[in-house]
Structure formats: structure tokens, C-alpha cells
């Protein structure tokens, strides 16, 4: 089970891929979207949170993945969810996008939220823990939680451009992303091919 947390930067529809992609080949998922994320759904996928599980009504809607049932999502105020205790066995956890509010409770072991409890417990169970900060520029405070981070053994992914993959759209670069962090975590990536395959200039 891979857990995955969805903050207040812009484009959540990097966590929305991450998830379809997940559930699509078979792999459980608990997920967390924070009250800014919801605000920024509104804004930048025009979706607006409804229903007793937003998250699996907004998923269902796009009909990227059959597999929707593998899907269970918790309130990010929700300390009694799985997720808040080292118990749980997730496999890894995932914030993506990583909001700089966010980045910084986790650095500094600050759990007010299910997600940065979740965070916490994935440090200090030593479990994987991939960061997709969303911010530029970037100020020191967020270089140097970053840094942080990178020392407690998390992975600090930002999404950045992929110029060499040529891609046609943004829906090519948000894939790209999220092949990244399949990648990352072991999982099937069929969203790009690896270099070599099918963008080396010499074949
Ligand atoms: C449209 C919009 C875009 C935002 N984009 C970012 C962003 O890219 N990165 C960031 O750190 N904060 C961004 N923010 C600010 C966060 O949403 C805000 O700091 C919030 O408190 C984060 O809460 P959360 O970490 O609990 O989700 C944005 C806010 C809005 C309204």
C-alpha cells in the first residue's frame, strides 16, 4: 500500500496522475488532500469538493482507472486513519505537490495534520518518503528544509521540466513526473520510455 498526500501548491493534478497510475496497476492507495489542495483543484482542474470521499468522486469522474475500489482516502484532520500510526504498514509515502507550508512541518516534525503525521511516522520508521516541492524561486527557508529533509532520508523530487523527452503538452510533462516517482518507487512506469529506448538522437 503506497500513501499519498496531496498539499496546497500548484498542480495537484500531479498527485491526481500518481494515484490513477497506482490504482490502475493494482496497488492500494490511502490518500490525504489537504483543505489548500481542495482550493487549488477548484482553481486549476475546476472541480469542486463534494460528497462524503471527494478524492474518489473526483477520480471516478476523469475514468483514467477501473480500479477505483483500491482507493481509500482520509481527512486530513483524521488522527484515528491508518495512516497516523507506525503500525500501518505503507510501503512508501508520497506528498506530491508538496506545498512549502507542508515541507515545513515535515522538517521540523511539526504534525498537525494527518499528512505531516504520516510524514513523521514514515521518517521515524525509516519507510520511503518521496517530497515534490512546488515553488520558485525558492527562498533559503526552503532550500534549507530541504536539505533537512534530504538528511532524514527523504527523496526531494521537484517537477521539473523534461526538455529531452520533447514533450507536446502538459499533460506529456506531468507524465513525465509521475513516471519519475513510479520510478522511484519501484512501481510499472509505462508513461515514458527510458533514454536509450526511444529519444537517443543516434537511433
Ligand atoms: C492558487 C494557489 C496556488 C498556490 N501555489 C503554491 C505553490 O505552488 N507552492 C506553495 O508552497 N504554496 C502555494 N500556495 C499557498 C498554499 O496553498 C498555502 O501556503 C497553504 O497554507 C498550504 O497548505 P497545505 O500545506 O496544508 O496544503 C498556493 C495558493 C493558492 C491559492
Known sequence: MIAIAITGASGPILGIRLI????????EVYAVVSNAA????DH???YKKNGPSPLTGLIASRGKTAKINLLKEYDDKDFFSPLASGSTLFEAMVVIPCSMKTLSGIAHGYADSLITRACDVAIKEKRKLVVVPRETPLSIIHIENMHK??????IILPPVISFYTLPKSTDDMVDFITGKVLNLLGKKNTLFESWGNSHCPAK
Do not use: D, M, P
Open 20 to 27: 490513477e497510475e497506482l490504482l490502475s496497476g493494482g496497488e
Open 38 to 41: 481542495w482550493q487549488i483543484i
Open 44 to 46: 486549476e482542474l475546476s
Open 149 to 154: 529533509l534530504a538528511l532524514a532520508g527523504a
